[in-house]
């Protein structure tokens, strides 16, 4: 049985023109990039715009990538320099939009009616919680939690030191914890 | 491939629920729309690099580039060094204009005489000497002998021909010597005898001509004439006591005076009609016309 390629043999492939190797690089990060950048803009259209960006970059980068760390270091180090700029550009960070708890409250759950609730309920405090967070801590907590980069990778991508990162994940789980127990 | 890179930190049991949680999250996945442009503008990309014409931008296509530029920028100096380097054609033809320009200071000079000094010391003072008329010259012909428009003096208008005259003069006499051999026997020091001969001379070399000569104004009867002056000549270079000739037409001329105010009018004439010859484009000194004449 073939070994899958890694991300970054995908990605040199595509750099030498393997178009097919993009397209599975692409289905392996297009989810938890998204989600990422989402979270952190919590509004689609910014979202998407910053999304296709974010690829736009990666695919002007294909002749000059070289493997020295992982290859979802350097996609999500890339989406994190475009958020900067993004917060940059709007000055200060936008409040949270009005109906995001009743869209929340909307979203279907196929399970049944007392996990739907607690489940939904659970989906919404974490919702709430996670935009309450500072945008330093939110984007650290997102990148461990829904990536599982470790904390070296996640000093990488936002440029601090891991101590630092440590810290603001220990604060922002915190918070995180105590939502979902209120 | 194996992966150089530190392992992943897996998430302990508080951060494992937490990440179930937020994966369940709204809003997971782009739209479809959004996935087909990404997915078109890496194709088009890819496809961009592969045509040729982007290739030029690469290391290969600028190596290329530099280095014809380096060749241009080599051939362009190298041209520049050829043509300033070479001597102008103009700096050369410049030294014997300006050695003739030199020589119109002394009128007695035309200019655009092909015998010009290089020195314009050697020339003579200026004196109010008749200057030729370079424009109103006639063209010089074969000969290369061209003559001023003077007047012809008065003894070429003679075409009297001295019976003592004939052909075959020895060259190697002098002005005496030089006249046939009765002539010779008749040779007289004094300075009217010496006239009589250089007037019979010079009026058998008028004489040849198959036109009236009266004037010695054309080459064609400028030259017999000279040619008698080349025996006299040639016969006064043979004499020890006759001076050579000297390369320059002043110092010539100086000579030519000196043998007139030595009472060597003979030798003198014929020395002034060698000049004549050789320097034809030199205006004979008004003070020298004189030697020309039959009765001085």
Redesign the interface.
């Known amino acids: 049985m073939q070994a899958e390629?890694?991300d970054?043999?995908l990605m040199l492939a595509?750099g030498s023109?393997?178009?097919p190797a993009?397209?599975r690089l692409?289905s392996r990060h297009?989810?938890p990039l998204?989600?990422f950048m989402?979270?952190q803009v919590r509004e689609?259209g910014t979202?998407?715009e910053l999304?296709?960006d974010v690829?736009?970059r990666v695919?002007?980068a294909?002749?000059r990538y070289q493997p020295e760390?992982?290859f979802s270091t350097w996609l999500f180090q890339i989406a994190h320099n475009r958020l900067t700029d993004h917060w940059r550009a709007q000055k200060h960070r936008p409040p949270p939009p009005i109906d995001a708890v009743e869209?929340?409250e909307r979203?279907a759950d196929p399970q049944t009616p007392e996990r739907q609730l607690s489940?939904f309920e659970?989906?919404r405090r974490?919702?709430v919680a996670?935009e309450e967070l500072p945008v330093e801590q939110r984007e650290a907590?997102?990148l461990?939690?829904?990536q599982?980069?470790?904390?070296?990778?996640i000093g990488q991508i936002t440029g601090v030191g891991r101590e630092t990162v440590k810290s603001r994940l220990r604060y922002a789980?915190d918070k995180?914890?105590q939502r979902?127990d209120a | 491939?194996s992966?150089p890179?530190?392992?992943?930190?897996?998430?302990d049991e508080?951060?494992r629920e937490?990440?179930r949680?937020?994966?369940?999250?709204?809003?997971?996945?782009?739209?479809l729309a959004?996935?087909a442009?990404?997915?078109k503008?890496?194709?088009n990309?890819?496809a961009a690099?592969?045509r040729p014409g982007a290739r030029w931008l690469g290391s290969a296509g600028a190596l290329w580039g530099i280095g014809g530029a380096a060749a241009a920028v080599l051939a362009l100096g190298v041209g520049w060094q050829m043509k300033y380097a070479a001597p102008r054609p103009s700096q050369m033809e410049s030294a014997p204009a300006a050695a003739m320009a030199d020589q119109t200071e002394d009128s007695s000079v035309p200019v655009g005489f092909s015998d010009a000094p290089t020195k314009p010391t050697e020339l003579a003072a200026p004196s109010p000497r008749v200057a030729t008329a370079p424009s109103r010259r006639p063209p010089a012909p074969t000969g290369g002998v061209a003559v001023a428009p003077a007047p012809l003096p008065q003894p070429f208008a003679d075409g009297r021909l001295d019976e003592r005259v004939t052909a075959g003069a020895d060259a190697n006499d002098s002005v005496g010597s030089a006249a046939p051999p009765a002539v010779a026997q008749r040779r007289e020091s004094s300075p009217a005898a010496q006239r009589r001969q250089a007037n019979t001379i010079a009026a058998k070399a008028v004489a040849s001509e198959p036109e009236a000569q009266g004037r010695y104004a054309t080459a064609a009867a400028a030259a017999p004439a000279a040619q008698a002056g080349v025996d006299i000549a040639a016969g006064m270079a043979a004499d020890a006591s006759s001076p050579s000739f000297p390369n320059s037409p002043a110092t010539w001329l100086t000579q030519i005076r000196r043998l007139r105010d030595e009472g060597r009018t003979l030798e003198a004439r014929a020395s002034l009609l060698e000049f004549h010859r050789r320097h034809p484009h030199n205006s004979i000194p008004s003070d020298l016309v004189a030697l020309l004449r039959a009765n001085e």
């Open positions: 390629p890694t970054e043999e595509y023109g393997d178009v993009f397209e692409y297009r989810g998204f989600r989402l979270h689609h979202a998407e999304f296709q690829w736009q695919i002007t294909r002749a760390a992982r869209r929340a979203e489940a659970e989906r974490l919702q996670l907590v997102m461990r939690l829904e599982e980069l470790s904390l070296e990778q789980l995180l914890r979902l | 491939m992966t890179f530190p392992p992943t930190e897996a998430l508080r951060e937490l990440a949680i937020v994966r369940a999250l709204p809003g997971g996945d782009p739209p959004l996935d442009r990404i997915l503008s890496a194709a990309a890819a690099s592969r």
